[in-house]
């Protein structure tokens, strides 16, 4: 794994022009990572495919882990504004299966990148300000949303959070070539029924235009 560096944060872009350049970063990083995965990967021929200097390169990512858990915040973000509100009548659980099946096939389709950034996501510093932070609360985010829960809770977050983890270990198993696409596509439509469908006695997402969880009443038992 790459090392981190907890010496310094990464530089944050202040002009049009920085923000050009760090965008121009992460996209070669990203084409880099998609054919040679994150170890092969050398922060010199980042610097080169992207017309900077290898010092440029440090200041905004002090480390591969750094470059590559904000790749994968980029992808996030562009998910996040690709993604459609689902249509009218979907339940939760077939929206945010739908959402996380869809962004699994794009993933499986760069397995290398896609491993990349899970491993740079998960050992990358996570402080307030930084990528994996940002990029799991907007992951969260995007599935309450996805679920039609505009006012969440607490709880809804932490369900949330919860079927975001489930997520990421069925992505593992299959980048990692211990099970099929299928297998984690069918696990996340489980998860997500597990999760988020209504249960006796329990609590559920109520759907687009809710105001988070409701209360559902246990089911009467003859005596």
């Not at 021929?45 to 480390?63: C, K, M, W």
Request: charged share 20%.
């Amino acid at each position: 794994m790459p090392r981190t560096s907890g010496e310094r944060a990464p530089a944050r872009p202040t002009s049009a022009k920085q923000r050009q350049r760090r965008a121009r970063i992460l996209r070669n990083a990203a084409r880099l990572g998609a054919a040679h995965g994150l170890d092969r990967v050398q922060m010199h021929d980042v610097a080169r495919e992207s017309g900077v200097a290898i010092a440029t390169l440090y200041r905004y990512f002090p480390s591969k882990t750094h470059l590559f858990a904000a790749v994968m915040h980029a992808q996030v973000l562009r998910l996040d504004a690709e993604t459609p509100p689902p249509p009218p009548g979907t339940s939760p659980v077939e929206a945010v299966t739908d959402l996380l099946t869809g962004a699994s096939r794009q993933l499986f389709e760069q397995p290398l990148l896609a491993l990349a950034m899970m491993r740079a996501n998960n050992a990358a510093p996570a402080d307030d300000s930084g990528p994996p932070r940002r990029t799991d609360e907007l992951l969260a985010d995007l599935m309450l949303r996805t679920a039609g829960v505009s006012h969440p809770t607490e709880r809804d977050r932490r369900v949330a959070r919860l079927l975001q983890q489930a997520w990421y270990g069925l992505l593992v198993t299959v980048l990692y070539e211990r099970s099929s696409p299928q297998d984690a596509h069918d696990g996340i439509r489980l998860a997500c029924r597990l999760l988020l469908a209504p249960q006796s006695g329990h609590r559920e997402w109520t759907g687009r235009g809710g105001s988070g969880l409701t209360t559902v009443p246990a089911l009467h038992r003859p005596t």
